[in-house]
């Protein structure tokens, strides 16, 4: 009887609430409808994700938003959630997202290597045409050019160190000094541009690590998910002017050619620098790998020259190779892809993740998943002997992506990141610093406080 039509059925009660009450009366029912009508909504939008694993929530509004941080503990629950769930897991981030995280590769296998049109992306075609574009940029006789630019860089960074170690000040945070040495490379490799940034503080550096922080504190402070406030707010003011640096370089006045700009100038210094931060890290708590790594270089370097390294040096270096490579798998600098798909995708066990869903595909998870990786959180660059690798699937480790739209700079990366663990460890060695090391999760993988290590001169 109550739910009939007419003036006896609900409108008819609805009716007669409305005159009953007084404005806040009213004021309070309508807020309870809006939540009812938002219940229901967040309920038919994740029953569509019933199939996946589904972890306890927070509560029906908040999802589980705000349950995993940035830092130690939360990258701990990620290692929890993996092991829990083994392949694939439903998330919802308060009423705005719901998204699946994937982190094992027979399930993100399909989805990164998706055709672009099954990609909601915007102006699809037009990053197209300027992937085509721009691939013959990091063709290998063009990076052959750049190997002169990273020893000339990661010489600079060296005076420096022997600078600050001839006044006894051998505790070095890592991030500081590969980030400038790194975006020191990367002007003069693409601008063609000596910045000097190894000589004095870069306001690009402080802007990226600023943009980093206010972008996490934006993912977990629910209000800040409406545009309208976040940029009326004091973080949204700063977020717009960390923006603007570097934003009216010098002839950079077509559009297409600054994104690009930008984006080669984030990605191309800040990744490669956390890279090289944990890569010495790692070497620094297993002497014995780096004392080998150290072998191979000067084993290389004794008939030479010159102390540098040249590009053909960078094919002779199989074991330092494969720590580089561990490093990349415990210590990825990027830990999580995003991908919205225009269409239905199925994964293993018949569950389809829904069109324009949000697909959180975990490379810090994929790369620490004991069902993949025996031993996940040891690092063993044995792991990376090839006949270790056999039958290991190409998608167990991806610290540059795959598929289409995989990292287009990852060769101009690795050159790099070998010129400069070669070159440093044939003249220093790197210890562990004078305090535990805990991860922080900022854009890339950084360390709270900075990742301290010491280091020493070596005699000849």
Known sequence: MFFSSGSGGWVGVLRALLHSCSVPGILALSAAALLCALAARLAFNRRALRCFNQPPQRNWLMGHMGLMGHNEAGLQAVDDLVRRYVHSCAWYLGPFYNMVRLFHPDYIKSLLSASGHCLLLQNGQEWSRHRRLLTPAFHFDILKKYVLIFNQSTNIMHTKWHRLLAKRQNSLDMFEHMSSMTLDSLLKCTFSCDSHSQGEPSEYIAAILDLSKLLVQRQHYLPYHWDWLYWRSEQGRRFRKACDIDENGEGLTNEEIKAHADMFMFAGHDTTASALSWIFYNLAMHQDHQERCRAEVR?????????????????????????????????????????????????????????????????????????????????????????????????????????????????????????????????FRILPGPKPVRRLYQLVLRAEGGLILNVERLTE
């Open 299 to 427: 084993s290389l370097l004794r008939d030479g020259e010159t102390q540098d390294i040249s590009w053909e040096d960078l094919s002779q270096l199989p074991f330092t190779t494969m720590c580089i490579k561990e490093s990349l798998r415990l210590h990825s600098p990027v830990l999580a892809l995003t991908r919205y798909y225009s269409q239905n995708m199925k994964t293993p066990g018949d569950c389809v993740i829904p069109q324009g869903c949000l697909c959180l595909i975990s490379i810090y998870g994929v790369h620490r998943n004991p069902e993949v990786w025996t031993d996940p959180e040891v690092f063993d660059p044995m792991r990376f002997d090839p006949e270790n690798s056999h039958g290991r699937s190409p998608h167990a480790f991806i610290p540059f992506s795959a598929g289409p739209r995989n990292c287009i700079g990852q060769n101009f990366a690795m050159a790099e990141i070998k010129v400069v663990v070669a070159s440093t460890l044939s003249r």
